[in-house]
């Protein structure tokens, strides 16, 4: 049994959205997030921005005792995970992609819609991805221009969220794509925005958040890592971004648990 915590990174708030499904799959495990605040968002940020953060977060979370670590940020992973498995091996760390495999066997148009960041769109690993796993559908992909400062700025369900989500994931329904991925963690905030704007028509949104907590819990159990019986689990919240930025991250993470994400 290891009581350590679970790590978990993200360039902000997005994250969370993977700490709520890390915290009701594994509810006693203690977790520690890091999510940057100060350099978000990653989207825009070059690829040694993007790595040299994520090196900085990891070894924050390693200070605090982290047993295992999630890059909860598609972007992050693109950028860092080959290089922080070679750094540390044998650690186990978990990252973050879209899921393009299970939105193209469930799809019936065989047209899929990613949204992404620039950064990760633009990435290698996204390539790799599409060109494994995309064979069986057109791939449609956009970057979510935006979405991730709409969560960061709390603006879930105003009109400015609705203008901005209308026009990227518009043109790709319209062409028929009947999946949706999510592919970056601030996305799942705005899934009440994108259930809207998709309306009545029949498209399926997919958040690869629960798949990483399983995943999680599988490593934990083959590593008999796992947190002992009865122990109290502490949630613990950090940034670079200072004290009141820890203490949006939270309440953001209390409220992502009775969100419809």
Known sequence: MDNRPIGIFDSGMGGLSVWREVRRLLPGE?????????????????????REYTFGAVRELMDRGAKIIILGCNTA?????????????GFPFVGMEPALKPAVEMSRSGKVAVIATIAYLASEGYARLVEKYGGGAEVLSAPGKGFAVLVEEEKEGTPEALAAISKVIEPM?????????????????LAGDIRRVIGDRDVTVINPAPAVARRVAQL??????????????????????????????????????EMDI
């Not at 319209?174 to 905030?189: I, K």
């Not at 890592?225 to 993470?253: C, I, K, M, Q």
């Open 173 to 189: 329904i319209s062409r028929g794509a009947d999946t949706l991925v999510l592919g970056c963690t601030h996305y799942p905030f």
């Open 220 to 257: 934990l159990g083959q590593g008999n890592a796992s947190a002992g019986e009865g122990h109290r689990p502490v949630f613990e919240f950090l940034s670079w971004a200072g004290p009141e930025y820890n203490d949006r991250l939270r309440a953001t993470a209390q409220r992502s648990l």
């Open 30 to 50: 203690s977790v520690v997030y890091f999510g940057d605040g100060k350099n978000c968002p990653y989207g825009t940020k070059s690829h040694e921005q993007i």
């Open 77 to 89: 992973t693109a950028a860092a995970v080959a290089d922080l498995r070679e750094r540390y091996p």
